[in-house]
């Protein structure tokens, strides 16, 4: 019994994870610079796009991210 309610509340948990993960990454999409896509991916919220080391380093508006809410 105890056995199918963790896998119950697994595959609920996976589902409301990748719900917000794609909701995220919608988000996100409107506020990236260009050239930089956001998709939901198993471990979060992907980050593409040429350069993307270097402008994560030096442009603003990609730093807010790492910073987070304040």
């Known amino acids: 019994m105890f056995q199918r309610l963790s896998e119950r509340v697994g595959r609920e948990a996976r589902k409301r994870a990748e719900a917000r993960a794609s909701e995220l990454a919608e ?13 939901a991916a ?8 040429r350069g993307i080391a270097r402008r994560f380093a030096l442009d603003p508006a990609l730093r807010w991210l790492a910073a987070g809410p304040r």
């Not at 996100?28 to 998709?39: F, K």
């Not at 198993?42 to 796009?49: D, I, K, M």
């Open 42 to 49: 198993p471990e979060g919220v992907l980050l593409t796009g």
């Open 27 to 39: 988000r996100m999409r409107a506020s990236l610079p260009g050239g930089i896509e956001a998709e």
